[in-house]
C-alpha cells in the first residue's frame, strides 16, 4: 500500500516534485563543481611544490645564509695577461653555493635518526659563472648580485655586469646552475621532479664519477647531448642522460654526483640542504618540531611553508574557491533545503482534504507522516540524481576548457626554495612563475557527499511536510470540503 500510494502521488505531482528536485539538484551540483576545482587546485598547487623540491620530500633542512656584509666578498677573477698591448682571448669560472651557508654531511644521518623521519638525502646547490673573451692586462670584478643562478634558476638566465681595470675588453659572462646528487639515493630531492628523456640516470655505483645529467631545455640551448662531455671549473663531465622537468623549470642546468659537486664547490663533506620524507604525511608538523629541537641553527620548511609564497591567479583562485566557494556552497544548500521543505510543507497544506479523509479513514498521524517523509526522499535523490549529473558535467568541462592559472612562486626567505633554487639574501625578491592548467577531478568521496546530502535534503523536507501532516486532524477535511 505504501510504495502503491507513493507512485501514485509521485506521478499525479511530477511538477512539485520536479521542482523540489530541481532545488536539491542545484544545491548538491555546486557542492561537486566547487570540491572538484578545490581538489584541482590542490593538486595544481601539489604540481608548483614537486617542481621546487621533488616528488616525496615533505620537508627540507637547511641553515639561513649569512647576513649580507658579514665578511662576503664579491667573486673575483684574476686573468693571465699577456705584454701590455697584446690581447688575450681567455676563459675562466667561478664555482659558488648556492644561498645558504653549508651544512656538515653528517646533518643528514642526525636528521634521518629523528623520530618519524622516513627518509633524508643531502644535496648541493651551485652556480657556476663563466666569462669568455678577449682581455688586455687587468682584472675583472663582478659587480652586483651573483646568487641568480642560470637558465634553470627561478629567475632565468643571470646578466651580471663587470668592468676590466687596466685594460680593456670584450667579454661574455654567462651563468648556470649546478646541483650535487646523492647517487646513492636517488627517490628523494629536486632530480625527482624531472624525467629522462634521453639516456639514463645516475648508477649508485658513480658516487664520484665525472658523469652529468643534463636539463633538456639547457642541453637544447647549448646544443647538448648524450656522450657529449661538459667542463666545469676544470673538471670533464660526461653526459649520461638528459632530463625533463614534469612542470616549470628544472632546479638545475646540470646534475653531478654529490662528492664531484663538493670537490667544484671546495665544500668537502658539506651540503647545502637536507631532503625528507616523513613516515606520516599526517604528523610532518611534529616532525618539524622535533628537527628543529634536536638540531639546533637550522631551518626546517615544509611544503605548507612553501605554499604560503605562491601568488599569482593559482593563489587567488584556490582562495576563492576554498572561502567564496564554501560559504557559497553552504549558502545555495541551506537555501535549497529551506526552499524544499517550505514547498513539502505547502503541497500538505493543499493536501488537507485528502490526509484528513484518511484519517477519517482509519490512517494514524504516523502513517500519514511517512507517507509525507517517503514522497519527500524520493525527491530527494531525485535531486541528488540531477545534481550529480550537472556536476559531472560541470567538472568535465572545467577539464576540458583546462583554464591556465599562474603561479608564482616567491622567496620564502629561506628553507627548500633556496636551498633547491638558489635563495639567499640576494634572491628576496626573485621569483618563478609558472603555467599550470586546472582540472577538476571528481573523487568517489565527492559522489557519496552529494547522495548524503540528496537524502538529508529529502529528510529535511519530509520532516517539513511530515509536522504539517501530523497536525491536520479529519475534522480539517470536512472544513475544507464546506
Known amino acids: 500500500m505504501f510504495f502503491t500510494y507513493l507512485r501514485r502521488e509521485l506521478r499525479r505531482r511530477r511538477?512539485?516534485?520536479?521542482?523540489?528536485?530541481?532545488?536539491?539538484?542545484?544545491?548538491i551540483a555546486l557542492v561537486i563543481i566547487v570540491s572538484s576545482v578545490s581538489s584541482g587546485m590542490s593538486k595544481?598547487?601539489?604540481?608548483?611544490?614537486?617542481?621546487?623540491?621533488g616528488l616525496g620530500t615533505d620537508m627540507t633542512v637547511s641553515k639561513a645564509a649569512?647576513?649580507?656584509?658579514?665578511?662576503?666578498?664579491?667573486?673575483?677573477?684574476?686573468?693571465?695577461?699577456?705584454?701590455?698591448?697584446?690581447?688575450?682571448?681567455?676563459s675562466t669560472d667561478r664555482v659558488m653555493v648556492q644561498g645558504f651557508q653549508t651544512l656538515a654531511s653528517t646533518t643528514v644521518d642526525k636528521v634521518g635518526k629523528q623520530d618519524g623521519v622516513a627518509g633524508a638525502v643531502g644535496?648541493?646547490?651551485?652556480?657556476?659563472?663563466?666569462?669568455?673573451?678577449?682581455?688586455?692586462?687587468?682584472?675583472?670584478?663582478?659587480?652586483?648580485?651573483?646568487?641568480?643562478?642560470?637558465?634553470?634558476?627561478p629567475g632565468g638566465s643571470a646578466q651580471p655586469q663587470g668592468e676590466v681595470k687596466g685594460g680593456g675588453a670584450s667579454f661574455d659572462v654567462n651563468s648556470y646552475t649546478v646541483y650535487g646528487t646523492d647517487v646513492t639515493k636517488q627517490d628523494l630531492g629536486p632530480l625527482t621532479s624531472s624525467e629522462i628523456t634521453a639516456g639514463r640516470t645516475f648508477k649508485t655505483t658513480e658516487t664520484n664519477g665525472k658523469v652529468a645529467v643534463v636539463d633538456a631545455a639547457y642541453a637544447k640551448e647549448k646544443k647538448l647531448i648524450v656522450?657529449?662531455?661538459?667542463?666545469?671549473?676544470?673538471?670533464?663531465?660526461?653526459?649520461?642522460?638528459?632530463?625533463?622537468?614534469?612542470?616549470?623549470?628544472?632546479?638545475?642546468?646540470?646534475y653531478v654526483p654529490l662528492q664531484q659537486a663538493q670537490t667544484l664547490a671546495d665544500a668537502k663533506n658539506k651540503v647545502t640542504?637536507?631532503?625528507?620524507?616523513?613516515?606520516?604525511?599526517?604528523?610532518?608538523?611534529?616532525?618539524?618540531?622535533?628537527?628543529?629541537?634536536?638540531?639546533?641553527?637550522?631551518?626546517?620548511?615544509?611544503?605548507?611553508?612553501?605554499?604560503d609564497t605562491v601568488s599569482g591567479s593559482l593563489s587567488t583562485a584556490s582562495d576563492l574557491a576554498s572561502s567564496v566557494g564554501k560559504w557559497l556552497s553552504i549558502a545555495v544548500l541551506i537555501a535549497a533545503f529551506l526552499v524544499a521543505g517550505l514547498l513539502t510543507s505547502?503541497?500538505?497544506?493543499?493536501?488537507?482534504?485528502?490526509?484528513?479523509?484518511?484519517?477519517?479513514?482509519?490512517?494514524?498521524?504516523?502513517?500519514?507522516?511517512?507517507?509525507?517523509?517517503?514522497?519527500?526522499?524520493?525527491?530527494?535523490?531525485?535531486?541528488?540524481?540531477?545534481?550529480?549529473?550537472?556536476?559531472?558535467?560541470?567538472?568535465?568541462?572545467?577539464?576540458?576548457?583546462?583554464?591556465?592559472?599562474?603561479?608564482?612562486?616567491?622567496?620564502?626567505?629561506?628553507?627548500?626554495?633556496?636551498?633547491?633554487?638558489?635563495?639567499?639574501?640576494?634572491?628576496?625578491?626573485?621569483s618563478k612563475a609558472l603555467d599550470i592548467a586546472l582540472?577538476?577531478?571528481?573523487?568517489?568521496?565527492?559522489?557519496?557527499?552529494?547522495?548524503?546530502?540528496?537524502?538529508?535534503?529529502?529528510?529535511?523536507?519530509?520532516?517539513?511536510?511530515?509536522?504539517?501532516?501530523?497536525?491536520?486532524?479529519?475534522?480539517?477535511?470536512?472544513?475544507?470540503?464546506?
Open 15 to 27: 511538477k512539485a516534485a520536479l521542482v523540489v528536485a530541481s532545488g536539491l539538484g542545484l544545491g
Open 44 to 53: 595544481a598547487q601539489d604540481k608548483v611544490l614537486e617542481s621546487l623540491y
Open 66 to 90: 649569512a647576513a649580507p656584509g658579514s665578511g662576503t666578498e664579491r667573486p673575483k677573477f684574476e686573468f693571465d695577461a699577456k705584454e701590455s698591448g697584446d690581447d688575450s682571448t681567455q
Open 123 to 153: 644535496g648541493l646547490s651551485m652556480t657556476v659563472m663563466k666569462v669568455d673573451g678577449q682581455f688586455r692586462r687587468g682584472e675583472f670584478k663582478q659587480e652586483g648580485d651573483t646568487s641568480q643562478g642560470g637558465r634553470g634558476g
Open 227 to 254: 656522450g657529449k662531455t661538459v667542463t666545469v671549473h676544470g673538471t670533464k663531465f660526461t653526459i649520461v642522460g638528459v632530463s625533463a622537468a614534469d612542470s616549470g623549470d628544472a632546479a638545475a642546468n646540470l
Open 273 to 307: 640542504t637536507v631532503y625528507v620524507k616523513a613516515a606520516d604525511s599526517q604528523q610532518i608538523d611534529s616532525v618539524k618540531s622535533t628537527i628543529q629541537k634536536n638540531i639546533p641553527g637550522t631551518t626546517v620548511t615544509t611544503s605548507a611553508d612553501l605554499a
Open 346 to 430: 505547502s503541497a500538505v497544506s493543499r493536501r488537507v482534504r485528502e490526509f484528513g479523509t484518511l484519517k477519517a479513514l482509519g490512517w494514524k498521524s504516523g502513517r500519514v507522516t511517512r507517507q509525507v517523509v517517503g514522497e519527500a526522499l524520493v525527491n530527494g535523490l531525485m535531486g541528488g540524481v540531477l545534481g550529480i549529473a550537472v556536476g559531472l558535467a560541470g567538472a568535465y568541462v572545467v577539464t576540458a576548457v583546462s583554464p591556465t592559472l599562474t603561479a608564482q612562486l616567491g622567496s620564502s626567505g629561506g628553507g627548500m626554495r633556496g636551498g633547491m633554487m638558489g635563495g639567499g639574501p640576494g634572491r628576496q625578491s626573485a
Open 439 to 482: 582540472t577538476a577531478p571528481v573523487s568517489l568521496s565527492i559522489i557519496l557527499i552529494a547522495v548524503g546530502l540528496a537524502v538529508a535534503g529529502g529528510l529535511i523536507a519530509g520532516a517539513f511536510g511530515g509536522w504539517r501532516a501530523s497536525r491536520l486532524r479529519p475534522a480539517d477535511a470536512l472544513r475544507r470540503v464546506e
